[in-house]
């Protein structure tokens, strides 16, 4: 046995149901921090699941609450006596009872069995939690979150086990609890380094869709155990050995609890106006060829296109594209006064807008989804309100980042400045690794960028975006007059609609649209 005979008969013990509750608590500790004894434990199981019976499990009753066997992904899971359920919906703990999670985020959230309404900080033990309305997010003591939404029950077992009763919820699990279980009436799943979506349905169906990482899931009916990988989904029925592929869904489930509306800015701010967005998202798709820089975006498909326009001379048309070595920006703008910037990337890189040009900006942070909840200081002063720690430690997040492209016309350059965070430090001008061409119109009635920024030098090259994930993005251009330094106007794009119109999207990511990953 390769992580000592102790543990692995602790193992058979536990996959057996033989295990008493403080040595299955025992375990599932070892197990957050045992590498080795987790590779041990799923392949034990591997093995125990193909000589196990699987039964098909009870209906969900009520009132008293019935003892159930779950059957745990890969093997049968702990005896029922370990798995008593408690028929609370709120399991509001004495001194003597081990604190499971905390309930992190709350949106509109209401029990179903006393109409009490959760809060953010309240402590969970094992037990039922069922919502009639709303979502909340729960945080186990692992770093587990279970996002559930209402109408819904889950039973948290453990740390490393739970059980969706009824209505939908979403895992994401670190690196640390990986071979974290949830179960269904007719599936068994464990998680491989993911997040995840089940949904408990009617007629004992469920539903499962992985949007980052894989897990593997077996069939309560019994039959072979399936490897689901990010951008896949599949039902899974009580009466079937094998799932019926569904069509994936980025937004079938909820996956973050939306941040709190923005503050917009009085009128008297300022006679500018703020017009809507034509886009609420954009789809960025993986290069499936070379691209190569150079100003010509013929090897350009329309995939991902999109075009938003101030007046008949200004106007603009878009595409992202992604692969493991960076992200490729290419637009079309339609300029009076095309690629005239005067201002200097080595003493004014910060100010590249000014003269005209494109800002992009990007929320390269996968565990942030979207929106993104973080605002710059100017969003909390021109509003009289006060950044706590939490807000300014967001602001500072550096894989929010802002790219700012234009052509200085005295030198010919074509420059990048990069900012991070939402306060915008660490600037960065033209940085080694960074390519862009821009190519003006030959009616000199506009111009194309072709840019491509290294995950390096965007400092995400540890963990990149990748398919399947739903990010923020935000496009910005900038309109100048014939000198070249005084910015005339601007026009933003890509941007979240249920954000207040009159907040600038330099302030509040939350403006952010959704950028989506295939």
């Excluded at 200085?408 to 965070?421: K, V, Y």
Aim: net charge negative; glycine share 8%.
């Amino acid at each position: 046995m390769k992580s000592g005979d102790l543990k692995m008969e602790l193992v058979r013990r536990y996959l057996g149901g033989e295990a008493s509750k403080e040595e299955s608590l025992s375990l599932e500790t070892m197990l957050t921090t045992d590498v080795q004894l987790r590779r041990d434990f799923l392949a034990y199981a591997r093995v125990d699941a193909a000589l196990s019976a699987v039964a098909r499990p009870p209906l969900l009753a009520t009132s008293p609450p019935p003892t159930y066997r779950f059957w745990r992904p890969l093997a049968a899971l702990a005896a029922a006596a370990v798995v008593l359920l408690t028929g609370l919906a709120w399991y509001f703990l004495p001194v003597t009872t081990p604190v499971l999670g905390t309930v992190t985020q709350v949106l509109n959230a209401e029990s179903s069995v006393d109409g009490n309404r959760p809060s953010t900080g309240q402590m969970l033990g094992a037990g039922r939690i069922a919502l009639s309305l709303g979502a909340m997010e729960i945080t186990l003591s692992n770093g587990v979150t279970l996002m559930l939404e209402g109408p819904g029950e889950l039973e948290i077992l453990t740390p490393m086990r739970a059980h969706l009763h009824s209505g939908q919820v979403v895992v994401r699990v670190p690196q640390n609890a990986i071979g974290f279980q949830l179960n269904a009436a007719s599936v068994q799943v464990v998680d491989l380094g993911t997040e995840f979506g089940l949904k408990a349905g009617p007629g004992l169906d469920a539903d499962l869709q992985v949007f980052e990482g894989l897990v593997e899931a077996s069939p309560a009916q019994g039959g072979f155990t399936n490897r689901i990988v990010a951008g896949n989904a599949a039902r899974y029925t009580a009466e079937a050995s094998t799932p019926k592929t569904l069509v994936y869904s980025p937004s079938r489930f909820i996956r973050q609890i939306p941040v709190a509306a923005g503050i917009p800015l009085p009128a008297k701010m300022g006679k500018r106006e703020f017009p809507a967005a034509r886009h609420s998202e954009v789809v960025i798709q993986k290069a499936t060829q070379p691209i190569h820089i150079d100003g010509d975006l013929s090897e350009w498909d329309a995939e991902g296109l999109f075009s938003f326009e101030e007046d008949p001379s200004r106007s603009v048309e878009g595409r992202m594209r992604y692969d493991s070595e960076g992200i490729y920006i290419a637009a079309h703008v339609k300029d009076p006064a095309p690629m005239r910037s005067a201002i200097d990337p080595a003493m004014d890189g910060e100010l590249g807008w000014k003269g005209g040009g494109l800002q992009v900006r990007l929320s390269l942070d996968r565990s942030l989804g979207w929106p993104v909840d973080a605002s710059a200081p100017s969003y909390y002063r021109m509003r009289g309100l006060t950044a706590n720690p939490e807000q300014i430690k967001r602001a500072m997040n550096p894989r929010l980042v802002t790219l700012t492209l234009w052509h200085h016309e005295p030198s010919q350059t074509h420059c990048l400045h990069l900012a991070f965070g939402t306060n915008y430090s660490g600037g960065e001008v033209n940085p080694p690794g960074y390519s862009s061409v821009f190519r003006r119109d030959p009616d000199d009635r506009g111009y194309t960028i072709e840019a491509r920024i290294p995950w390096e030098v965007l400092h995400v090259q540890d963990d990149p975006p990748r398919e399947g994930d739903v990010l923020a993005a935000c496009w910005n251009v900038h309109w100048c007059d014939l000198s070249g330094r005084v910015w005339l106007s601007n026009l933003i794009d890509i941007r979240n609609s249920t954000e207040p119109l009159r907040i600038y999207d330099y302030e509040r990511a939350a403006t952010w649209g959704r950028a989506i990953y295939r």
